[in-house]
């Protein structure tokens, strides 16, 4: 098959481009240019098109030249965008894949505090309530935008108009990935530093907050995620579908710390506190209360999807990369002074 990979140079469009052009297809890459495609890539892509995605309609000639079978866009953001999509590779290409998020279930607006009602019910699959307010609360949008440049007005960034927009045109046949958070080498948030550094630092305590330590997130490593996506892109089958990709257990925050710490060696301890009784930079910014556990059982079903990399692996090689490319600065508190501090007066009060 030939493919067209929109915004692929970035976390997880080089591992797909990689699985994609090891399955024989070729695979072509649409970017901007600022991040050189060829760097770690020159045995992956078969060519590339140096464009802007806010432009794309600007470029349907030389997509409609690549005769492209699918058009994989890691870069949705909004509804202007999806349509844009939709209009530029409409009659010159089989299918698009899009990659939404999570973050579209009721349930996502329920931990934010955006949307009424009693809490959903666990697990939330394919069929589940959608949201039917804003994705996040403004300070969290602030925060997309500095991390993801090619996002939209970040006000604007919304995944449900964007499936909606994929799914739903008569003459292009869509397929919608609804993701999970994605860790792995590259991982933009660094979500395993928050860990990662506390052990590496030789803190004998790790804390949680009692709410904190309970909630239960979806996870995937990013060749993991990678290989449903290329696997999606490829079948036939996935055409007007809707999957949810992630690891099959939605592990509690206590319990993936523990598989971090199982693999680093570290030997200290995990304290659970009351959550009146734990430094406010520990807390989570939601309700805790409405956990984020979700099935991806259709995508195994349906397409057979498995992932080639072993959770163990993942975590082992997650953590070499986190170590060897430390973040700058990415808003992640450490005030050790309070964590020992809580530990003291907990102590001395018990």
């Given amino acids: 098959m030939r493919i067209l990979i929109i915004g692929g140079t970035g976390f997880m469009g080089p591992s797909t481009a990689a699985l994609l052009r090891q399955a024989g297809h070729n695979v072509t890459v649409f970017h901007r240019g600022k991040t050189d495609p060829a760097h770690g890539m020159e045995q992956i892509i078969t060519e590339q098109i140096i464009g802007d995605r806010q432009r794309l309609g600007e470029y349907r000639e030389a997509f409609a030249r690549g005769q492209f079978d699918v058009v994989i866009d890691f870069i949705l953001s909004s509804e202007r965008q999806a349509r844009l999509l939709v209009e530029t590779f409409r009659g010159i290409t089989r299918r698009v894949v899009a990659l939404s998020s999570m973050d579209v279930y009721r349930a996502w607006g329920v931990f934010y505090g955006l949307e009424p009602g009693d809490l959903q019910a666990m697990p939330v699959d ?28 970040a006000y604007d960034l919304d995944k449900v108009p964007v499936e909606r927009i994929i799914l739903d ?31 590496d630092d030789g803190r004998p305590y790790i804390l949680f907050a009692d709410d904190v330590a309970a909630m239960r997130t979806p996870r995937g490593y990013v060749e993991n995620v990678a290989a449903g996506i290329a696997l999606a892109a ?58 984020l556990v979700v099935s991806s059982e259709k995508i195994r079903r349906e397409l057979g999807y498995r992932e080639p990399v072993a959770q163990e692996e993942a975590i082992r090689r997650t953590i070499e990369w986190e170590r ?24 001395a009060s018990a």
């Fill in 126 to 153: 394919e069929n589940s309530a959608l949201r039917t307010g804003p994705a996040y609360p403004p300070a969290v949008f602030e925060k997309v935008r500095t991390i993801y440049p090619w996002v939209d007005d």
């Fill in 169 to 199: 045109d008569p003459e292009l046949p869509g397929t919608v990935l609804r993701l999970p958070m994605v860790y792995g080498p590259g991982d933009y948030l660094h979500r395993f530093h928050p860990f990662l550094k506390r052990m």
């Fill in 234 to 291: 490829t079948s036939d089958r996935a055409a007007g579908q809707i999957y949810n990709l992630g690891e099959v257990e939605c592990y509690s925050e206590l319990e993936w710390s523990q598989k971090i710490a199982a693999s680093t060696g570290w030997r200290g301890e995990f304290r659970v506190l009351p959550h009146d009784k734990t430094p406010p930079h520990l807390y989570w910014p939601g309700n805790t209360a409405q956990h």
């Fill in 324 to 347: 060897a490319h430390p973040p700058d600065a990415i808003g992640i508190p450490f005030n050790y002074q309070a964590e020992d501090a809580a530990l003291t007066d907990l102590k």
